[in-house]
């Protein structure tokens, strides 16, 4: 099982970011929210996490949360854009 099918993402309204913590580190997707969007700003991943499609996770979830809430998606991050290319893509 790849470590994004079993992450658990919260959501950290407080601090704007959809968060996965684990073993002592936190990936996050830093986000802005209004009434009518979600717009996708940084991710940020540490060291001792990469390789583990958090990042992708994240992603994944910031999706469907916009899809779920009704909010136009905005995406800046520049691995958000990436991803979700590649993943439109094939």
Avoid: W
Wanted: charged content about 20%; proline content about 3%; hydrophobic content about 40%.
């Amino acid at each position: 099982m790849s470590a994004s099918s079993s992450a658990q993402v919260t959501d950290n309204r407080a601090q704007s970011r959809f968060e996965i913590n684990t073993e002592g580190a936190t990936a996050f997707l830093l986000y802005e929210r209004t009434d009518t969007s979600l717009t996708l700003i940084h991710t940020e991943v540490p060291p001792a996490l990469r390789g583990r499609h958090l990042g992708e996770a994240l992603v994944d979830f910031a999706v469907a949360d916009a899809q779920a809430s009704g909010l136009r998606l905005i995406v800046i991050c520049p691995f958000a854009r990436a991803y979700l290319r590649k993943k439109n893509a094939g």
